[in-house]
C-alpha cells in the first residue's frame, strides 16, 4: 500500500477537471477501481504527479489514506525536458487547459509539437491594441482570455508590478466587473492608473 500523503500535487501541472467533470471522475473511481491499476498516477522520484493529477485530487476528496501499489507507477528516470513532456502529452484528451499556467510556464513551440491545440488569442501584441486602446466598457463578453509573450526581465518586472499593486487599498476596493483572477484584476489596476495618467 502507497500513503497517500506521499504523493505530492503538481502545482504547475495546467490541467484541471471540474464541477460535474470531476464528480463523474470520483464516481469512476468509486464504481470502477480497476481503472486505477489500467491507469496508474505516474509520479517522478520525489513523488511529484506528472500524470495523474486530478486522480488524486479524485482520491483525496474521496476520503483515501492509503491506495494499492499497483495505482502509482515511478518515472524516476525520465529527465527534466521529458517530465515535462509528460505533462502535457499524458493531458491532451480530458480535461480543461489552464491558459494561464500554460502561458507561465511552457513553451509554445513545444505545446504545438506535442499535440497541443492553442487558442487563436494565444499570442497578443502590443500593435494589435493601436493608439485607440480602452478599457472594457461592460458591453463585450463577460470574460476573455488574452496571453502575452514576454522577456524574462519583462515577466519579472510586470510580476513585481502585480504583487505590488495588490498590496494597495486602490486594489482592496476596486470594481471588478466579476472577474475572479487577481492577477487580471491587478492588471486591468495598472492599465486603468496608466489610463488615468495619460488624461
Not at 506521499?6 to 470531476?22: M, S
Not at 464504481?31 to 505516474?42: D, G, S, T
Not at 501499489?69 to 513532456?85: F, I, N, P, Q
Amino acid at each position: 500500500m502507497i500513503q497517500v500523503k506521499d504523493l505530492k500535487l503538481n502545482d504547475a501541472n495546467p490541467r484541471y477537471i471540474r464541477d460535474e467533470r470531476f464528480g463523474k471522475l470520483k464516481q469512476s473511481i468509486e464504481q470502477f477501481p480497476k481503472m486505477m491499476n489500467l491507469r496508474p498516477i505516474v509520479v517522478d522520484g520525489n513523488g511529484v504527479v506528472l500524470g495523474g493529477n486530478m486522480r488524486l485530487r479524485a482520491l483525496m476528496d474521496l476520503g483515501y489514506k492509503s491506495i494499492p501499489g499497483e495505482w502509482v507507477k515511478k518515472a524516476s528516470e525520465l529527465t527534466e525536458e521529458e517530465k515535462r513532456r509528460f505533462v502535457i502529452a499524458d493531458n491532451t484528451g480530458f480535461g480543461e487547459w489552464d491558459w494561464e499556467i500554460l502561458a507561465n510556464d511552457w513553451d509554445e513551440v513545444e505545446l504545438k509539437e506535442w499535440g497541443l491545440e492553442l487558442p487563436n488569442e494565444w499570442a497578443v501584441s502590443a500593435d494589435d491594441f493601436g493608439e485607440d486602446f480602452s478599457l472594457p466598457d461592460g458591453d463585450r463578453e463577460p470574460f476573455q482570455q488574452m496571453t502575452f509573450t514576454l522577456a524574462d526581465e519583462q515577466a519579472e518586472q510586470i510580476k513585481t508590478a502585480l504583487a505590488d499593486i495588490k498590496k494597495s487599498a486602490d486594489f482592496e476596493y476596486m470594481e471588478t466587473h466579476g472577474n475572479e483572477n487577481s492577477n487580471g484584476n491587478a492588471l486591468y489596476l495598472i492599465v486603468q492608473k496608466w489610463a488615468e495618467q495619460k488624461t
